[in-house]
């Protein structure tokens, strides 16, 4: 196993334009699950195929153990790439797909053989040793396409959105799958997909990518508590951040927010740094983070009381998606509630904010503001 660094990466296709992926730099360490996550087409597979040796590279250094591999050819690269489709051989059964390109590299026969059944034994493939590809599940050749990655003892793992072709519910229990399996045997991977949920449960840590640039990149809950800035805050989170217009006016020595007829403390920013956003800024908070009145734990803190009227109701079954209008305020937000409301469309309520919760962006930047520390840290040591 191995960990993979890359430095100020860059790719320029032919043509011109702007460049698919710019200086990006990103260390993955050894047995890491790394995640890139983004937007289709902001430059996750150039990534990859960088790595693999299957793209020249414009700028920049990628390095493996220490060796820089930029002029390394692909296969001799010790890495594996898993695709999107799993590309078995159909006319071959599970213990050939496995052993050819082994066969085809003149690895002898006995290492060969003893590659395989330790693959197999570990994938719980040994029982289907002898079957083609479509006597098998979908799961089942999965792990064929893992394990013939696997057999090659490759440094580094790759994975293009190998599970998005897949249905709702396969997908979750290879999902699962993956996870346990790259937990056990440790391996280095880089795993790229556009799918937030893969990302927050598959990743030891996360790179969000943006227009060929890296956004932020931390662990999984990390990111997720604190964007970055307000990309990241709407990238992460189904349904998005909640990004309220404020204005921040001064009051006596301090600063308070002002959204609709609703006036809020800013206790948990810099009023040096509100001083600077020049009246304005933009409120962060996840719909998890609005309530009904009675539905609010009791023990949170810092709670801010708004008036809204209900635009229109959502059950989902297992929660309900509650959408409003702020008393004073134009943008819409998103309440998510339990599945028992009682609000309906038309109703005019008081929700509350947990505003220890809540994220302060600047409009200009579009970065966060960051939060007074032990404000934050009080927080989270509330919510584990
Ligand atoms: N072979 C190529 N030639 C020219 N442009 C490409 C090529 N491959 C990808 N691109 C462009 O580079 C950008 C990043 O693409 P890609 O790396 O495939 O993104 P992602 O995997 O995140 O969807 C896109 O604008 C895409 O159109
Ligand atoms: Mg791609």
Redesign the pocket.
Known sequence: MARVAITELSKL?D?GGEP?VKDLSLTVGNGEFMVLL?P???????VLRMIAGLEPITSGKIAIDGEIVNEIPAKDRDIAMVFQSYALYPHMDVFNNLAFGLRRRGIAKTEIERRVQGAASKLGLLPFLKRKPHALSGGQRQRVALGRAIVREPKVFLFDEPLSNLDAALRVSMRNELIRQQREMGITAIY?THDQVEAMTMGHRICIMNKGEVIQIGKPLEVYRNPANTFVARFLGNPPMNLIPTSVEPDGGAYQLRVGGMSLPTDCWPAETLSRLGGKALLGIRPEDLYETAQRPDERRRIAIARAHVIAVEPLGAETLIILSLEGAAEEVTMRSGRETRLRPGDNATIELDLAAAHLFDPKTAQVIPPVHEEREARWAKAE
């Open positions: 296709y043509g698919a983004g289709s087409g902001c430059g996750k597979s150039s790229v």
